[in-house]
């Protein structure tokens, strides 16, 4: 079955970075773009990135672009998200999804989140 | 950038009301539209996706409709379960991904 773990949460200080990893399984890695998604505590969800199946192509959220990169190793199933210059509305849950398979779609699976909080 | 927007951002309702959540685009999205049912410390979970069709597993009382900037979902007969938050997301683009700000589902 498809399996989505996020990791590399926790407490960081305001201008300081922080590398998130979302293991994936049950599924042809290498066939799938993937997403990073968060939600503010509270808050709605907000979409913050997608790296391609084969990671040519990466987008980012203008909220996040230029602090925030997003990655993958499709030889461990893995995707990343490096996290930059992070500020106290960076606080969130931050989910990885899977984009179902074709030209552009919404998300069939996600995982169960990690948080960050940046707090001084 | 598109931007969702969802009405009401709370719902007040019984078990067995029928309920109408609308999502409207800020332009055409054509039918790239899904609907999303969160839980409290929950991942989102996909509902509707080409505004219309039901994805595998989730109960036919749900259903989804409209195209261009207008969407409704609607749950035909409210369950416990149901109660929730939901959020519409366009996916027209190659580039970026949009949700709506929510709707709360609450029992009255």
């Known amino acids: 079955q498809v399996q989505l773990v996020e990791s590399g949460g926790g407490v960081v200080q305001p201008g300081r970075s922080l590398r998130l990893s979302c293991a994936a399984s049950?599924?042809?890695?290498?066939?799938?773009?993937m997403h990073w998604v968060r939600q503010a505590p509270g808050k709605g969800l907000e979409w913050v990135a997608v790296?391609?199946?084969?990671?040519?192509?990466?987008y980012y959220a203008d909220s996040v672009k230029g602090r925030f990169t997003i990655s993958r190793d499709n030889s461990n199933n893995t995707v990343y998200l490096q996290m930059n210059s992070l500020r106290a509305e960076d606080t969130a849950v931050f989910y990885c999804?899977?984009?179902?398979?074709?030209?552009?779609?919404?998300?069939?699976?996600w995982g169960q989140g990690t948080l960050v909080t940046v707090s001084s | 950038d598109i931007q969702m927007t969802q009405s009401p951002s709370t719902l007040s309702a019984s078990v067995g009301d029928r309920v109408t959540i609308t999502c409207r685009a800020s332009?055409?999205?054509?039918?790239?539209l899904a609907w999303y049912q969160q839980k409290p410390g929950k991942a989102p979970k996909v509902l509707i996706y080409?505004?219309?069709s039901l994805e595998s597993g989730v109960p036919s009382r749900f259903s989804g409709s409209g195209s261009g900037t207008e969407f409704t979902l609607t749950i035909s007969s409210l369950q416990p379960d149901d109660f929730a938050t939901y959020y519409c997301?366009?996916?027209?683009?190659?580039?970026?991904?949009?949700f709506g700000q929510g709707t709360k589902v609450e029992i009255k």
């Open positions: 999804a899977r984009e179902k398979v074709g030209k552009r779609n919404y998300f069939d699976y």
């Open positions: 049950g599924f042809t890695f290498s066939s799938y773009g």
């Open positions: 790296i391609w199946y084969d990671g040519t192509n990466k």
């Open positions: 332009q055409s999205i054509s039918s790239w």
């Open positions: 080409k505004a219309s």
């Open positions: 997301q366009q996916y027209n683009s190659y580039s970026t991904w949009t």
